[in-house]
């Protein structure tokens, strides 16, 4: 596989990677904050993500993946305003901030199974790391940062170019709104968030800067720096990051080292998922989640093919109609290779041309990761009747490897449609098919066209022909 060249956000340019240390990479994403589910916006994320470390892999690389879960500290506006998101749920749901934490943790880790997505080396968990925050805190704390009634607060004059990451030219960024009494820039952001007086929060800490709780921006350079060093290779997370919450991480990389040191050589955001309306954001009340359209009976890894279909810096429309045509472009793949399955010997031999095949998928990987320009390039490996059936399963099983989508095992049955609300069970149409055979072979044709119309009625499309037999109609 050629070398990956990787789009870095701090430079604006797609550069040639190379790891700090020869065959390893250290790689650390923004992980979610558990205060509610995961939305199919969050979740893409975590699907670029993964096959970022696929592709690292496949060219023969080491890697260490840090995920972290915020449990802390994270205000309902990602700029030091509203309230703590974790309190807001617990009141929201007369549950304590654990039972919320432990809960949506939970989830989103049942997400990212159901994605094929590969854990991180290591999950990383924000309350399990409050002292050494407030150490990290201490040691910037004179030079970089103030105190005031409400906490400590980081001063962004302090460190160079501040705001780089997201373009803005160089010094503290004035276009965001003040809206802590006593801060010296609109930019400027917490360390540490005092309690209220008077008040107790249901997480809160000891500190030199009073009872509160740490800032959300200090978990995520405090927990980077403890798993993967003071500089590491890849930090990824979403566009929205890259404005605020990791131009923050950086400015407080900078303090603790005392450097120009970022954190990290390649900042990677992968872009937005909209809807017709707009970008998907939970605070709009109603979103989709993962579990939202297997409800509807739509398989998990038909969310992630509609991923891979764009590349990860362009934004991605999520529609009902977008997500059926990743679920029958899944199939007709998986029905291809269960009929190649049936003819494949143990033979595998990789012909000129098959390799040509392989080189021109290495390549496409390897430019920025555009898999919307290598996913074509599996179809014509399935597809592609010179080569024989266990080279193109071959194929297949090497290009798999970084798409993720489980086509070693996957099987047409496993997509079948299986909506949550369906009226009949699979018995019943079972049974009600046999029926209608044994109508068609008695010549009773109306009363076959019964039993097809009943099925229809309650949401079964019969296909006669196919060895599937039958389907739920969709319906998104």
């Known amino acids: 596989m050629p070398p990956l060249r990787l789009f870095d956000s701090l430079t604006r340019s797609v550069r040639d990677f190379v790891p700090i240390e020869a065959g390893h990479t250290r790689v650390y994403s923004c992980g979610p904050t558990v205060y509610h589910y995961a939305h199919l916006g969050n979740l893409r994320a975590y699907v670029f993500t993964d096959t970022l470390t696929r592709a690292l892999r496949l060219s023969g690389l080491e890697v260490t993946h840090v995920i972290n879960i915020t449990d802390v500290g994270h205000l309902t506006s990602d700029a030091d305003a509203g309230d703590d998101k974790m309190e807001t749920a617990a009141a929201r749901e007369s549950k304590s901030i654990w039972d919320i934490a432990a809960h949506y943790t939970q989830a989103f880790k049942a997400d990212v199974a159901a994605l094929n997505i590969h854990e991180p080396s290591r999950w990383t968990v924000a309350t399990e790391h409050v002292p050494q ?50 801060k010296r820039h609109a930019s400027d952001f917490a360390i540490w968030r005092a309690s209220p007086p008077g008040e107790q929060r249901q997480m809160e800490w000891d500190s030199p800067w009073g009872k509160g709780a740490p800032g959300w921006h200090l978990e995520c350079s405090v927990m980077s720096i403890d798993y993967l060093g003071q500089q590491f290779d890849i930090h990824t997370g979403g566009i929205d990051h890259r404005e605020i919450h990791h131009p923050n991480e950086i400015a407080q990389n900078q303090a603790f080292t005392g450097t120009d040191c970022t954190g990290a050589n390649w900042w990677m955001h992968n872009n937005f998922l909209v809807m017709r309306d707009g970008k998907m954001s939970k605070s709009k009340g109603e979103f989709a989640t993962l579990a939202s359209i297997v409800d509807k009976g739509v398989h998990p890894l038909a ?138 072979a008695n010549k009773d044709f109306a009363r076959s066209d019964v039993l097809r119309d009943e099925l229809i009625a309650k949401g079964v499309d019969v296909m ?13």
């Open 133 to 182: 925050m407030i150490e990290f805190g201490q040691k910037i704390a004179d030079e970089h940062c103030y105190a005031l009634p409400t906490g400590l607060y980081f001063d962004t004059s302090t460190v160079p170019d501040y705001g780089r990451l997201a373009g803005h030219a160089a010094g503290p960024v004035e276009s965001r709104i003040g809206d802590v009494d006593g």
């Open 303 to 440: 969310y992630r093919l509609m991923c891979l279909g764009a590349h990860y810096r362009s934004e991605l429309e999520f529609s009902g109609e977008n997500l059926l045509a990743a679920l029958t472009r899944l199939k007709r793949m998986v029905m291809q290779l269960e009929s190649l399955r049936t003819k494949a010997d143990s033979d595998v031999a990789v012909t000129a041309a098959a390799q040509a095949l392989l080189d021109r998928f290495a390549d496409a990987v390897a430019d920025d990761l555009n898999l919307p320009k290598a996913l074509p390039l599996l179809e014509e490996a399935l597809t592609t009747k010179a080569f024989s059936a266990a080279l193109r399963l071959h194929l297949v099983e090497h290009m798999d490897q970084v798409f993720g989508l489980r086509l070693d095992g996957l099987t047409r049955a496993d997509l079948r449609v299986r909506p949550k609300s369906a009226t009949i069970a699979e018995e019943a149409i079972e049974t009600a098919l046999a029926a209608r055979k044994d109508a068609r």
């Open 464 to 476: 006669d022909g196919d060895p599937l037999g039958w389907d739920w109609r969709p319906s998104l």
